[in-house]
């Protein structure tokens, strides 16, 4: 579950269904939300690059309305669960 700072909480399951380490990871995703994504890890300078790729899309009912009808306020949702979940990710990579 995540509870973005607008006024609905998104629950989901993630299922791996490719793993190479240091490489990607690719799942698929179920719930509140759909689809699959994909992160990549690239060598950069003396680290790496993370790439998010995904197609997700709501499959709730609620979700899909307020897609629709309040459509700055859930971008605004999901940019901070994508960029809350990266920093997360980057600390506890490191």
């Known amino acids: ?31 509140d939300i759909c689809g699959t994504a994909c992160l990549r890890i690239t060598p950069e300078g003396p680290g790496c690059a993370v790439h998010l790729l995904s197609e997700l899309t709501p499959d709730n009912r609620l979700l899909r309305a307020a897609a629709l009808l309040a ?15 990266a920093s997360q990710f980057g600390a506890s990579a490191l």
Do not use: C, K
């Open 1 to 31: 579950m995540v509870q973005p700072p607008v006024p609905y909480r998104v629950r989901f399951a993630i299922d791996l269904d490719r793993i190479e380490p240091a490489r990607l990871v690719t799942a698929a995703v179920s719930g």
């Open 71 to 85: 459509r700055p306020i859930v971008r605004f949702g999901h940019d901070w669960v994508l960029d809350t979940g």
